[in-house]
């Protein structure tokens, strides 16, 4: 079985540009998460969400924002990017459950804003 | 803020020995997570106890929850230089709320293990 899949592997941008990762959840899984690791800050929830929906999303402005699409895969959109905004993009995903159970984690983005 | 935090931040150990990190947190959780981080790469899931569960066992694991001090631990026995990593705890918090659907990590401890 084929593990959660994140596009590109690396992506460099310039400050007030737009970036683009994209994620594809393991076969079954309806659910995708997004976390940001950035240094000294940790792993941070960005998004979740299931069934084509958002359903929920943490302490991030409005111009981190995704979709889903209805194979389940998702992309997260980082507009006007900011320094800080460098950081390893981390997706999951799981099986739809009331409480998250075990989310697979796939290798990451690493983005680099100059 | 972070739910979980992990002593020791650092741990440094000899091929052979037990390692031994803490975690802990904050509030009433669901169940609480063991996740392995290689080199800044993607994370690797150890393993899931559930809040009504006191310890568990995974090959070379072993993970208790002791929810009354609200911490865990991960022990690993034997260990070797391939266990070298970040380890992170991460809680899941029952349904409903903010808290809804995420997971809340650790600063995680590093752990190297030298042959």
């Known amino acids: 079985e084929a593990g959660v899949t994140q596009s590109p592997t690396h992506l460099i941008k310039t400050r007030g540009q737009q970036a683009t990762l994209r994620c594809s959840p393991i076969s079954g899984h309806t659910s995708v998460y997004w976390y940001q690791q950035a240094l000294g800050l940790g792993l941070q929830f960005l998004l979740w969400y299931d069934e084509g929906e958002e359903r929920n999303r943490g302490n991030f402005p409005p111009r981190f924002s995704g979709r889903q699409f209805p194979n389940y895969s998702s992309e997260l959109n980082v507009n006007a990017l900011e320094l800080e905004d460098s950081a390893l993009y981390l997706c999951?995903?799981?099986?739809?459950?009331?409480?998250?159970?075990?989310?697979?984690f796939g290798p990451g983005t690493r983005l680099t804003v100059l | 803020s972070q739910q979980g935090e992990e002593d020791p931040q650092a741990l440094s150990i000899q091929e052979g020995e037990n390692a031994t990190m803490n975690c802990s947190y904050k509030t009433s959780i669901n169940n609480l997570q063991w996740y392995r981080q290689n080199s800044g790469r993607g994370l690797v899931h150890l393993i899931l106890?559930?809040?009504?569960?006191r310890e568990k066992h995974s090959g070379r694991l072993r993970v208790t929850l002791d929810t009354s001090k609200k911490s865990s631990s991960l022990l690993i026995t034997a260990s070797r230089a391939a266990d070298t990593a970040s380890y992170f705890c991460?809680?899941?918090?029952?349904?409903?709320?903010?808290?809804?659907?995420?997971?809340?990590f650790g600063q995680g401890t590093i752990l190297t293990v030298h042959p």
């Open positions: 999951a995903s799981s099986h739809r459950r009331p409480v998250p159970d075990t989310q697979y």
């Open positions: 106890i559930r809040s009504n569960e």
């Open positions: 991460a809680t899941a918090l029952n349904a409903g709320g903010t808290s809804y659907g995420k997971l809340t």
